[in-house]
C-alpha cells in the first residue's frame, strides 16, 4: 500500500506528456527483462553443460587426489602388464621417478584402436609401439610434454585396461583384513567391517560411482556415508595386513555384517538411481528447450528431438512421453503414426500425465 500511494503521488505533478513517457520507460525497461529472460533461457542447455563439465572438473580432481595415489596407479598398469601383456618393457628410472614403457605392436595396435573408438586420438603415444617415459600423477592438471607423458585416472591407457579386464572378466572382489593405528583414525578403536561397490549409471552423462559402506562388529550398525569413506581412505593410505583376523573374528559375525551392508547398499543404490534418473530427465529437458526455436523445429531437430523425448520418457518424464505421442499424431516425423502416438500416449498415462488418458483410443479426443 505505501508503495502504491508514493506511486500515485509522484504521478499527480506529472504531465500528460511527461507521464506517457515515464510510462514508454516502464514498458521498454520490461521488454528489455522479458528479452533478457528469453535469452538467458534459450542458452540454458549450453549454461548448465558449460557449469556441469566444469563442476565435473573439479569433482573428478577432488576424488582422484582423495582416492587414488600414484602407487595404486603403478601397481594396477604394472600387474595388468606382467599377466596380460608378453613382451612388454615396464622399467622405473629412480632418479626423476619416471617408467619406461612400451607396448608390443599388438597390445599398441589395440590400444590405438581403443583410443579411436573412444575419441580420445592424441592423448597418448603409447599406442605407437615406441618406447616413452611416463609417469604416473593424481593431479588431473598435470600436463604431458613431449620427454614425459603423464598418467592419471582418466589416462586413455588406465581405461583401456578397465574395458580389458572387464572383457577378460577378471573383475574381482578380494576379501581383505586390515589393521590401522588408532591414532590415524577419527573413530573410537574396535573391529570394523567394510564393502565397496561401484555402480554405472547411464544416460545422458555415463557416470561412474565408488560407494562404500562400514559397520562395527559388536553392533552391526552402518556407519554414516561420509565417515565410513573417510575410514577406508585411511585404512588403504596407513593400514598393513591384519594376518591374525581368521582366528579373531568368527564366520557367523562376519556374514551378519555383511548382510547388514550389503542391504544398507542397496538402499544406497536405489536413492542413487532415482537421483541421477532425475538429473538425466533435467539434462534431456534442457536439451530439449535448446533446439525448440519459438516452437518452430528443423527436420533433424524433429529427429533429435524425438530421441531426446524418447530417453527422457525412459526416465520417467511424463511430459516427454506426452509430447512424443503428439510429434507421432501430428506427422512431424514424417508422416503421421497413431499406432506409435497410441503407444506413447498410454505410456505417458502410466507415469501419471495429467491429460494423456483423454488422447486414449476412445475417450473422444482424435
Known sequence: MLFRSV????YSYLTQEQEEAEIQRAAQALENVRQRQEELEKNASQMMAHGGLVLERIEAADELSRRVTERDLIIYVQDFLNQHVPGHRFQQNEIDNTFLIQLPASAAADLDDFCRRKGLI?????????????????????????????????????RYISQRLNELEEAFYPLVSVK??????????????????????????????????????????????????SLINQARIHGGDWLEAPASVSPEVASACLD???????????????????ENADRLMFQLHGIDHDGEFSEPDMQNAAMLFQQAAHLGHASAAFNLAHM?????????DIF?????????????HPHAYLYLPNKGIS
Not at 507421432?328 to 503421421?336: D, I, P, V
Open 7 to 10: 506511486s500515485q503521488s509522484r
Open 122 to 158: 592424441g592423448q597418448t603415444s603409447l599406442g605407437n609401439a615406441l618406447p616413452r617415459q611416463c609417469r604416473f600423477v593424481n593431479k588431473l592438471t598435470s600436463v604431458s610434454n613431449k620427454l614425459v607423458e603423464n598418467i592419471h585416472q582418466f589416462h586413455p591407457l588406465i
Open 180 to 229: 590401522v593405528s588408532a591414532s590415524e583414525m577419527s573413530i573410537a578403536p574396535g573391529d570394523y567391517m567394510f564393502a565397496l561397490r561401484r555402480w554405472t549409471f547411464s544416460g545422458v552423462r555415463d557416470e561412474e560411482w565408488l560407494q562404500s559402506a562400514v559397520c562395527e562388529l559388536s553392533t552391526r550398525m552402518p556407519l554414516p556415508d561420509e565417515l565410513a569413506e
Open 260 to 278: 547388514e551392508l550389503e542391504a544398507h547398499l542397496e538402499q544406497s543404490y536405489q536413492r542413487a538411481k532415482k537421483r541421477k534418473q532425475d
Open 328 to 336: 507421432y499424431k501430428r506427422g512431424a516425423l514424417g508422416k503421421t
Open 340 to 352: 506409435s502416438a497410441n503407444k506413447w500416449f498410454s505410456y505417458a498415462d502410466q507415469l501419471n
